[in-house]
């Protein structure tokens, strides 16, 4: 795997994958952390790495909800900006840029 928050979701979730591997004799190999599981410092890295990265993607997401709080007080709206297909509203847009 390139990288351990790219296998799993969270802790949980990425633990309990790592087990059925290793169930099926499968070993779990990070290339960029270099973390491996075929020894018991392995496994202690990988639930370590797991568990900072899940905090990693936990506070993404707080920050993430909070600009998005922020914005919707300034009335702004988050997210992608709708698309349409009316093409004449397209050339009404442009030329008002223009």
Known sequence: MWKLDRL????RNLLAL????????????SVTEGISTTGPMGRVMLTVMSA??????????????????V???????AGR?????DLAKVKR?????A
Not at 8 to 11: K, V
Not at 52 to 69: C, K, N, P, V, Y
Request: glycine content about 8%; proline content about 0%; aromatic content about 6%.
């Open 81 to 85: 900006r709708e698309v349409t297909t």
């Open 8 to 11: 799993g979701r969270n802790t």
């Open 18 to 29: 790592i087990d059925d591997l290793e169930h099926r004799g499968v070993h779990f190999q």
């Open 93 to 97: 847009t442009r030329e008002f840029k």
């Open 52 to 69: 900072f990265a899940q905090l990693e993607r936990d506070q993404l997401a707080e920050r993430t909800r909070a600009g998005m709080a």
């Open 71 to 77: 914005a919707a007080e300034h009335g702004r709206k």
